[in-house]
């Protein structure tokens, strides 16, 4: 486990640690299920702990996408707490990620190879610039087929969906936010931004009755 101290106090404010000159054998020997931790091309990339509304808003968006694969069987949604590996130095842990039915990993399995169908992203102020910076040039690299990004600043869904060899954004800030990988899912925007969040299972109802 990673503590980040000042002095003798220990940091509990929104940050993220770079550290550089890792490689994949010494990330292992490094994090533990208590850390949030990425890895790329030897940077190792240490988060805070998620604030409140990081974890209910990414908790409602990864329920009812799983509920949804689930029902339609289309495959595993994961994530926030299980890596992806998408190349040699390149481990990253999504608030959510969607892998179809034929390529869905096992319980067994210690990390997914290669690209999710979809990756989603909450952002929040220790993380904004490097998720859609770093780490959106590398999901785009590696090859995943949708990405999302989800701002509660902005109030708006980012989308980028992978065209040939290159990406098209989509930015959606009222009405439904479509996947085209996630076939038939649908979130509303305006969802995302209510206090309390709406009902789970009310939205899948509404969603699987569309």
């Known amino acids: 486990m990673i503590e ?16 550089y000159g890792v490689s994949e054998d010494t990330f292992y020997e490094m994090v533990d299920e208590d850390t949030t931790a990425e890895l790329l091309d030897g940077m190792m990339i240490v988060h805070s702990t998620a604030t409140i509304e990081h974890d209910d808003l990414s908790g409602f968006i990864r329920t009812i996408m799983r509920l949804f694969a689930r029902k339609r069987r289309r495959g595993k949604v994961l994530g926030p707490d299980s890596l992806i590996h998408l190349k040699t130095c390149r481990l990253f842990c999504p608030d959510a990620y969607f892998v179809e039915k034929r390529r869905a990993p096992t319980r067994r399995t210690k990390r997914f190879e290669g690209a999710p169908n979809l990756a989603l992203e909450v952002l929040s102020a220790s993380n904004r610039d490097y998720d859609l910076e770093d780490k959106r040039l590398a999901f785009q690299a590696g090859g995943v087929g949708e990405i999302w990004f989800i701002d509660p600043v902005e109030e708006r869904i980012i989308i ?9 954004e989509e930015i959606v800030t009222s009405g439904k936010a479509r996947s085209e990988v996630l076939v038939g899912f649908w979130i509303d ?3 995302l931004w209510k206090d ?9 109802d509404e969603i699987l009755g569309s």
Request: charged share 40%; with cysteine; hydrophobic share 30%.
């Open 4 to 19: 980040v101290k000042r002095g003798i106090k220990t940091v509990d404010l929104p940050y993220t640690i770079r550290l």
């Open 189 to 191: 925007v305006d969802w």
């Open 160 to 168: 980028d969906r992978k065209r040939g060899r290159g990406y098209v």
């Open 196 to 204: 309390p969040l709406p009902d789970e299972l009310d939205c899948l």
